[in-house]
């Protein structure tokens, strides 16, 4: 009889767990369900049906409006070049100044780390106006070369530190080893430790990229003009002073959504190929 009430527990025990997670899960993707689910609501439908949970007629006139009418396409490409170009340089940086103070003692090292740890510690409202007036006189607060600037001054710390940690997780006998077959201390970190570090590249990059995809302040502040704005820019151009195009504005989400998703998915595929590359028989 106790076993039975035992296993009885047990059962209700996992019930509720995986009820929890079915809810934590409903609750995360319901945003993005509306997003869609208002996207493909014709207009004459917005307000007239109240709330439902799927429009009675669904229409694609929204999508058919910010791809031809809007300046979308612009916004949309200008995010990709500065998303995809911060991510990269950030990710480089971050993993050959993580390897340096994973490996590496040299004099300063503690005021280096320090320093970086406090370049996190300013909220970035009050560093809006000192950064437009060092990049105002060079020409860079109109471009998208001085957004990439600032996106990978502002993330190249927590980058460093984040494939720190990986770069710790490695033994070095695996370097001391490379070297005495010949290879320099370079050529050891590239053919030996990169490969191993693969899910932190990963994970940089995927981290890096998101805060520049979906970063506003700086965008909203250093570009004056819509040939070089981004896409969190763009979607306040649907909002007038009178009114909100909800459908063109949600539209224009779910398409910033699927670079973001794509991308993910390729990191997915090389953080399995790191994990896989980086076991090591015992």
Known sequence: M??????KGRVVALLAHRLAILAYVAFALFPLYWLLKVSVTPNKLL????IRMWPSQTSFEHF?????HSEFPTFF???LIVAGSTALIVTALASLAGYALSRFSFRGKYWIVALMLLTQMFPLVMLVAPIFKMLSPLGLTNSLTGLVIVYTAFNVPFATFLMQSFFDGIPKDLEEAAMIDGATQFGAFRQIILPLTLPGIAATLGFVFTAAWSELLFSLMLISGNAAATFPVGLLSFVSKFSIDFGQMMAAGV?????????FLLIQRYLVQGLTAGAVKG
């Open 47 to 50: 307000y007239s049906e109240g």
């Open 64 to 68: 058919d409006f910010v791809l031809k």
């Open 77 to 79: 490409k200008n995010s």
């Open 255 to 263: 398409m910033a959504l699927i670079p973001a998703c794509l991308f």
């Open 2 to 7: 106790a076993g039975h009430s035992l296993t």
